[in-house]
């Protein structure tokens, strides 16, 4: 009998995400990190290979803030970033995490901010 760990959990939700979810040069993937220091997003170019914009939780503006507000503001920068690399619209990977908490108050931001998804 094998044990699985909440991180190979994780990780089996993530490769069947991920078998779904695609981006574009239209639309891009934006794909979430989260740990318990922070979270991390970035909207990535899977034809290319690029990460058109990224935003991280070591960035001055989001340090000392706490966890959830943390989330917020990084989807506000992240719908401003990508406005300004030319994305309207973007394919949300949540990245084997459960929509919800931290990663929901994100898109919620983001989506409020401009970004369509």
């Known amino acids: 009998m094998s ?7 994780r990780l089996r939700r993530r490769r069947r995400v ?15 990190f989260r740990s318990n220091r922070g979270i991390g997003v970035q909207l990535i170019d899977d034809d290319r290979g690029h990460t058109v914009a990224a935003v991280n939780w070591a960035e001055p503006d989001l340090r000392g803030l706490c966890p959830l507000e943390q989330a917020k ?6 719908a401003a970033r990508a406005k300004e690399a030319g994305a309207e619209s973007c394919v949300f990977d949540r990245g084997g995490y ?3 908490g931290r990663v929901k108050a994100l898109a919620e931001a983001a989506r409020e901010a401009g970004l369509r998804f």
């Open 3 to 9: 044990v699985r760990t909440r991180e190979t959990r």
């Open 98 to 100: 459960l929509y919800h």
């Open 18 to 32: 991920r078998a779904k979810v695609r981006g574009s040069t239209e639309r891009p993937r934006l794909s979430v």
């Open 73 to 78: 503001k990084a989807g506000e920068l992240i």
